[in-house]
């Protein structure tokens, strides 16, 4: 009974009368509501100047029971206060609960379109004046409870702010001129589906005895300071933000049948999970999360507040209040209409750590019936060849499996982007090519889809130039100060000698950074240390590796600027990466690998080569996703011909080799010589054959890395849904299978004949005409089986790159095994019925196994991922010394040491700063012959003029009157709170001398 209790709608128990006397006067009555424990909320006008404030609560047997009270929080403009009960005894729902109960907490919710609504107060036409008690004592007077209920809508009382409620019932006359009968139902909350929208506050008597006003909660975020919105928060639970209250109605369910309802559910499951561990890896909560903020940006980068905020033709809104953190960016965005938000920041600003928690927070509140946040990353995005919903479908399909067929025809992932169970969270509009980003917005105003962008400010507004995303509001990331730094650091280092803070490694530093008139290494440091990713960086490097001495970072001689600075951080983190560390106790089971540092950074620098590669010849920036079937598809197609020939020809060439020797032994008089000699020519020949091609066929047909099978083979409970690619896959095999029997047969008759070697077993004219139609029909059968037994990959199933990789070896395997079987039955069915099952066994396995290495293995090296990944990024690549020899090992183990980063199907560098700093030391110890320090190359931060103490960068950012563009400083002045009301117009003076004449606030005398 302790514990926290669930958020309830209106209870009876908690509604209340507020009876206030005055020093001289007469005092008044008012309604509220227990909000809290000991906090009750009413209206300010019923408190205002009272003397003594006392509680009455109803009791369950119809009586009542009084508390004293004392006024703690009142807003005048929200016409909102608090009173705390000086009973302690009063902790759960009405006087006669337990003390120490908890009482429910209160939903808050904004009207957007007419909402039944209910009110419980104690208005004064309830005044039941010389009844008997219920004791049987003397008769006595009171006030009576009054359940209101009506409807409510937002488009009434637009100037005066307030919420119109109109009632079902009301009293049928006024009885007292000059008094309304209302009065004491102010301070009475008003409900709506279990959420508070508002506190009674007005009766308009012009309006008739039917209607009255109230204050609407999702005003009180423009009349209530920040200061007080976060006392508020506290007291009773109001959302800081107004993105975070309820919306009413309740948006309908998004459309779609069941199963996509479904795929939503587990989509939401698996993306909490996999950036759950991602969080974890980066160790975003240790100590504690860096205080990311951001507030509005220039009001040049965004759209008409008016279409922001969806208002009526010929509205003029006010701005949205946006500034916030990071732990409030859910809150923030539900409080902009239009759905769409885009966040500025520059590199290493906290982008990516605010669109992680953006994904976590929405999915720890979400219901079934909202969408599911998804980040995109948008560098690898062409606009000019694939659309938007496209891209993301594909997207879908490779990092999350959604291939499966929907109900309505396509498959899931376009059924759920179509239907709206898609929340885009687009990551890095800044790393799409610098020619393609305009391309890139014009696709992005061609849909009003909500959606959470992140770029770095300079690309946006170049982007942004000529027209704003529609829709959108637009923040900024705010640069860490010198107070978060100072609190962070030392809590990641070793604690001083006396167990505190004040004795770390990170003192003298912090100490230089403090003072008034720094040195010029502090000041370099200063203008480093104002981003999440350096502050990562400098605890990775200073922090977490022993007898490491940050006082190092504040020496000029080393480090003459803050470029130089940003260089040695960056080169210094992998090796302190890979420093050797104790197991992870929650990994306890695994021991994690120690990798030499210099081949890790030169292996990784690999890879951030292969990005850049890839990605400048797509789209002409570096790529960020590292897809394991994708290593080895920068290498030259001519490489890549002769490295896939070779294992193929290697597969067909050592089986035949080693099949012939026994079946030349057994089947003829020859000699073991004899049958070595012709098994090493046929192996070798029918090798040429078999890898010329699958050479030829795969540079013939490839554009690329094979992507891999969203399918996977299923025996049983077949849905018949492919049933079509069997005919087409059947052609293609018999076409192929022709092809190479024929060159086959011309090399067994034409070379090994005239070598000498005939063993007398081909069968000859006959065996001709059988072994060219039956190898053709062998094929044939065989793809035509497997388009027949594959099935999309289920959506329950994970997608991870290691599951993936499985999968596609699974059906690799499998096709191994449907080669042998074909193949075998067939060869060993047709020799046992001419020669004896003997024979026939003999040949049948002979032939399945050929087969399996020949057809199986060698169709998987050309056309399937895992096989070009075996052959390329296991072989080749390892041979060669450019990746170790155990691949998955080390890309596992770079996440867990906190360089790369799993999304999804693929790996990304933890930072693009991280990855192009690792490209360009990767080429220069190329270009140089050796290994490369890591000192040249990477931008320098565009910072200028001193910085004041007390702030870790202390630039101003001024406003340009000219065409947009965006200062890269980063500090700016603090402004001071401002009370959000209306002010009065002079030339409406009369009109609001009417209104004041006409209106009552409902505090009834006592």
Not at 649 to 674: E, H, Q, R, Y
Not at 922 to 947: I, K, Q
Request: glycine letters at 12%; aromatic letters at 6%.
């Amino acid at each position: 009974m302790g514990g926290p209790a669930e958020p309830d709608g209106l209870d009876r128990r908690r509604a209340v009368q507020v009876i206030t006397t005055c020093g001289t006067g007469p005092g008044g009555r008012g309604s509220g509501y227990q909000v809290a424990g000991n906090v009750v909320l009413t209206a300010a006008h019923v408190v205002c100047g009272a003397a003594t404030v006392w509680v009455r609560f109803l009791n369950e047997d119809g009586g009542t029971r009084e508390v004293q009270g004392e006024p703690f929080w009142v807003n005048s403009a929200a016409d909102v206060a608090l009173i705390a009960l000086a009973d302690a005894a009063v902790r759960g729902p009405g006087a006669g609960s337990p003390a120490g109960a908890a009482a429910a907490p209160v939903r808050f919710a904004r009207v957007a379109k007419p909402v039944e609504c209910e009110a419980l107060g104690f208005p004064r036409f309830r005044l039941r004046a010389g009844t008997s008690s219920p004791d049987g004592g003397a008769a006595v007077s009171y006030r009576d409870s009054h359940h209101a209920r009506g409807e409510t809508t937002p488009l009434s009382n637009q100037r005066e702010g307030s919420l119109e409620i109109t009632l079902k019932s009301s009293p049928e006359q006024d009885p007292q001129s000059g008094r309304s009968p209302w009065e004491g139902m102010s301070g009475a909350p008003v409900w709506s589906g279990g959420y508070m929208i508002g506190v009674i506050t007005k009766h308009h008597r012009s309006d008739g005895l039917g209607t009255l006003a109230a204050s609407p909660v999702d005003r009180w975020y423009r009349q209530v300071s920040p200061q007080e919105l976060g006392e508020l928060s506290s007291l009773i639970g109001l959302p800081v933000h107004p993105g975070g209250l309820e919306e009413l109605p309740r948006r309908a369910p998004l459309p779609g049948v069941p199963e996509l309802r479904e795929a939503a559910g587990l989509l939401a499951s698996r993306v909490a999970g996999q950036w759950r561990r991602e969080e974890r890896r980066r160790r975003v909560h240790d100590p504690f999360p860096l205080p990311v903020r951001f507030r509005s940006a220039d009001a040049r980068l965004l759209d008409h507040w008016a279409k922001i905020r969806g208002a009526a033709p010929g509205a003029d809104p006010a701005p949205l209040a946006l500034a916030g953190s990071i732990d409030r960016i859910v809150e923030v965005y539900r409080s902009v209409p239009s759905g769409r938000l885009v966040v500025l920041g520059e590199a290493g600003a906290g982008k990516t750590i605010l669109t992680l928690r953006f994904v976590l927070d929405w999915l720890a509140a979400r219901t079934p019936d909202e969408p599911v946040p998804v980040i995109f990353s948008l560098g690898s995005w062409d606009p000019t060849t694939v659309s938007l919903r496209d891209w993301m479908c594909d997207q879908l399909v490779r990092d999350h499996g959604l291939a499966g067929p929907a109900a309505h025809g396509g498959n899931l992932a376009g059924a759920l982007i179509d239907t709206g169970w898609i929340l885009p969270v687009m990551d890095g509009f800044d790393e799409i090519a610098g020619g393609l980003q305009r391309a890139a917005l014009k696709e992005l105003d061609r849909t009003t889809t909500p959606l959470l962008l992140t770029s770095r400010p300079k690309e946006y507004a170049e982007a942004v130039e000529t027209r704003p995303l529609p829709k959108a509001a637009v923040v900024e990331l705010d640069d860490l100060t010198l107070d978060d730094v100072a609190l962070y650091l030392p809590l990641t280092s070793r604690p001083g000698i006396d167990g505190g803070t004040r004795s770390t490694v990170w003192e003298p530093v912090l100490d230089g950074l403090r003072r008034q008139r720094r040195s010029a290494g502090a000041e370099n440091l200063a203008r480093v240390l104002v981003t999440p990713l350096m502050v990562a960086m400098a605890r990775a490097v200073y922090s977490d590796a022993p007898g490491a001495d940050p006082v190092r970072l504040l020496e000029t001689a080393e480090f003459a600027g803050p470029e130089a600075l940003q260089r040695h951080l960056l080169a210094a983190f992998t090796p302190a990466a890979y420093e050797p560390a104790p197991t992870d106790g929650s990994r306890r089971h695994r021991r994690r690998q120690d990798w030499n540092p210099e081949r890790a950074q030169q292996w990784l620098g690999y890879l951030a080569a292969h990005l850049d590669q890839l990605g400048r010849a797509g789209t002409g920036a570096p790529a960020r996703d590292l897809a394991w079937w994708q290593l080895g598809s920068t290498m030259s197609r001519t490489s890549r011909m002769l490295v896939i020939g070779f294992l193929a020809a290697l597969a067909l060439g050592v089986t035949t080799a080693v099949g012939n020797v026994p079946v030349d032994l057994v089947a003829t008089s020859f000699g073991l010589g004899f049958a070595l000699v012709r098994g090493l020519v046929v192996g070798l020949l029918h090798a040429l054959v078999n890898g010329l091609f699958f050479g030829l066929l795969y540079g013939f047909v490839s554009r690329g890395a094979a992507e891999p099978a969203r399918v996977r083979i299923q025996v049983f409970g077949r849905t018949g849904r492919r049933r079509t690619e069997v005919l087409p896959r059947f052609r293609l095999g018999l076409g192929c299978g022709v092809l190479a029997a024929l060159a086959l047969l011309c090399m067994d008759r034409f070379v090994v004949e005239s070598l000498g070697l005939a063993d007398g077993l081909d069968g000859g004219l006959v065996g001709a005409l059988v072994f060219v139609p039956g190898l053709g029909l062998g094929v044939g059968s065989v793809l035509g089986l497997l388009a027949w037994l594959e099935v999309p990959v289920d959506v329950r199933s994970g997608v991870s790159s290691s599951e993936l990789l499985s999968q596609d070896r699974r059906n690799v395997l499998f096709h191994l095994l449907v080669w042998a079987l074909v193949f075998g039955t067939g060869a060993g069915c047709a020799n046992a019925f001419t020669a004896g099952p003997v024979w026939g066994l003999l040949v049948g396995l002979a032939f399945g196994i050929e087969a399996a290495f020949a057809g199986g293995l060698a169709y998987g090296l050309a056309f399937t991922a895992w096989g070009q990944w075996v052959a390329l990024g296991r072989i080749w690549l390892p041979i060669t010394g450019q990746l170790p020899w155990r691949l998955v090992a080390f890309l596992d183990d770079a996440c867990e040491r906190d360089v790369l980063r799993q999304a999804g199907a693929v790996y990304q560098f933890r930072h693009a700063q991280l990855q192009d700093h690792l490209t360009r030391v990767f080429l220069a110890g190329g270009a140089n012959g050796g290994p490369s320090t890591g000192t040249t190359g990477d931008a320098a931060p565009r910072t200028a003029g001193p910085v004041p103490a007390g702030a870790v960068t202390g630039r101003r950012r001024h406003r340009p009157a000219g065409p947009v563009t965006v200062s890269t400083g980063r500090d700016r002045p603090v402004l001071p709170a401002t009370h959000f009301s209306e002010s009065s117009e002079s030339s409406e003076s009369s009109e609001s001398s009417e209104s004041s004449e006409s209106s009552n606030n409902l505090t009834g005398s006592a």
